[in-house]
């Protein structure tokens, strides 16, 4: 019977951290094609992205019940514990960053001027590197690597850094250029929620350092 109690609970764990995995993927693909759709003006690929969130929602809706009813079930404790409260943190925050992919892929169709519309250029560079804490986060979780984790972290600030040049670099480009207005406020909403995946790519990351080790990584500044 204990055997079989263990085995159940690995499968659990299995499942859980596989769901996890799935949602990465859509996650990381959402940012990806909302990106993509944004510089191409693709309004088909932008539409496809924004239907795609609802699959997001219903594995984040899987995550939380599998792991409710692993905690009621099964009474983990240390480290097991660890890793099924990591995925019902980890599965909430994923479908937040596919709200924020969703939120470019809307605004695909509002740039005007597209062709010569010089700040467009600046996005793609700050969406990489968010991208790339997404997929460097999922990569500590499914590796049980918290040095990874903090390295993400540190990170952070790069993206920091990088939204500040764009408000700045947008605010003086519709000064000098008032009808492009319009069209550069939706690139700082743009900017805004790559800014808000990188913060959640370190929330992740957080998560994962304490699933592995039982501490945050509260020493890094963020």
Do not use: C, W
């Amino acid at each position: 019977m204990a055997e079989h109690t263990v085995k159940a609970f690995d499968e659990d764990i299995t499942r859980l951290r596989g769901l996890i995995a799935e949602m990465g993927g859509l996650a990381e693909l959402a940012i990806q094609e909302s990106l993509e759709a944004l510089v191409s003006g693709d309004e088909t690929l932008g539409a496809a992205v924004v239907a795609r969130d609802k699959k997001l929602d219903e594995l984040e809706m899987e995550v939380d019940a599998m792991a409710i009813r692993t905690l009621a079930l099964r009474a983990p404790m240390a480290d097991d514990l660890r890793e099924i409260v990591a995925a019902l943190k980890i599965g909430g925050v994923l479908e937040r960053v596919g709200d924020y992919a969703k939120n470019i892929a809307k605004r695909v169709g509002r740039i005007e001027g597209r062709s010569r519309f010089e700040p467009l250029t600046l996005i793609p560079a700050m969406g990489e590197l968010a991208a790339d804490m997404v997929h460097d986060v999922l990569t500590a979780y499914a590796a049980r690597d918290p040095l990874l984790a903090r390295e993400v972290i540190e990170r952070d600030d790069k993206v920091d850094a990088f939204y500040d040049s764009i408000f700045r670099n947008l605010v003086s480009y519709m000064v000098e250029n008032p009808a492009t207005i319009s069209s550069a406020a939706q690139l700082l909403f743009i900017a805004r929620n790559l800014e808000r995946i990188g913060d959640h790519a370190t929330n992740i990351a957080e998560v994962v350092h304490f699933a592995a080790v039982g501490t945050y990584p509260t020493d890094i500044e963020r």
